[in-house]
């Protein structure tokens, strides 16, 4: 059963980069005798992993996005991604602006404009937000009138990952009063955990691999652990019990440094480890192109299936590292003095 489903998924794969790439493999496969562009697998790995304006699927499938932007030029203007391309898709200049590596700039002065556009990883961020909130309130009205009986459907699958986060994660690291704190948590774990899923889509974007949106989950960490923090975490900061008086000077900036890397090892941790994953993917499908051979895309589809079932689990451990230390920062504020 396990060969002919290989099989199926390798041909897939090989058929998959070779028809959607929009690039010929060989120079024979180019008809109009032109010199073919040189493929360039830098550009292509840093389009798939960068935000944009416009969602790119393949070379001929691109959904224009909304462009919202202020200027006190201009003023508040909002039009579709599409006008900054004509039908050849070659950038032009729209209405004044320009777009320009991807910053949208007044066309006249060069001078950057205040930027509110729905971009890939903002609609991303949106499809992640809505599957959550659909499937997870599935899942407790299920469990309401399910009391007392065993799960099912939907619910029978996400339920013991939430019983997971709540006795391995969140008990063990707040203590007695976690029941504050679970329900940040289990949104954290389960926003993090669909958007590396979805990430690994192919044609979506790179939503837990922006250091944007790694950051807003670090700093949201931040501000509930520090303004959840007792008498007794910010004692040990300012007044760490049992050191010496002579060295007291050394060890309160270390303390207060401390305070401000915790959330700084939870953004790039999570943002290097998916965005990692997705260049070595993207550098391994770009080995057919360059090596312009139907022999090694086949052996590249093979070898990028085995890495995305690593990357499932990938997937799955960033979401519980990153809630775990989230938890245990939380509990290290919150703990009690056992002095």
Not at 73 to 81: T, Y
Not at 276 to 290: K, Q, R
Not at 317 to 326: E, G, K, N, P, R
């Amino acid at each position: 059963m396990k060969k002919p489903f290989l099989v199926s998924k390798t041909v897939f794969f090989a058929l998959f980069f070779v028809v959607f790439s929009g690039r010929p493999l060989l120079a024979s496969d180019n008809e109009s005798g032109e010199e073919p562009k040189k493929f360039d697998a830098n550009e292509v790995i840093l389009h798939h992993v960068v935000d944009d304006h416009q969602w790119h699927f393949t070379d001929h499938v691109v959904l224009p996005l909304p462009i919202i932007v202020y200027s006190s030029e201009k003023g508040l203007d909002a039009f579709s991604s599409s006008r900054f391309f004509d039908e050849h898709h070659n950038p032009v200049d729209y209405n004044g602006y320009k777009l320009d590596h991807n910053h949208i700039l007044l066309a006249d002065s060069g001078k950057a404009v205040f930027d509110l556009s729905i971009t890939k990883n903002v609609a991303m961020l949106l499809i992640n937000a809505t599957l959550l909130f659909l499937i997870l309130t599935a899942v407790a009205k299920s469990a309401k009138n399910r009391t007392g009986k065993a799960p099912k459907g939907l619910q029978s699958f996400i339920e013991p990952i939430i019983v997971f986060v709540r006795d391995e994660i969140v008990k063990p690291n707040i203590g007695h009063h976690y029941e504050k704190f679970l329900p940040y948590l289990l949104t954290l774990f389960f926003f993090i955990l669909f958007g590396n899923l979805l990430g690994l889509l192919p044609g979506s974007g790179n939503l837990t691999g922006n250091i944007a949106v790694t950051l807003v989950l670090a700093v949201l960490t931040f501000i509930i652990t520090n303004f959840s923090g007792n008498k007794n975490y910010w004692s040990h900061i300012f007044w760490t019990p049992g050191v010496p008086l002579v060295l007291r000077p050394i060890i309160l900036p270390v303390e207060i440094i401390g305070i401000f890397t915790k959330p700084f090892s939870l953004t790039i941790r999570l943002f290097v480890a998916i965005t990692a994953g997705h260049i070595v993917l993207l550098s391994l499908i770009c080995l057919t192109f360059i090596f312009q051979s139907y022999v090694v895309g086949v052996g590249v589809s093979i070898a990028v299936m085995f890495i995305n079932l690593i990357e499932l689990l990938v997937a799955g451990i960033q979401a519980y590292v990153f809630t775990l230390f989230t938890a245990l920062y939380i509990g290290m504020a919150t703990a009690d003095d056992h002095h």
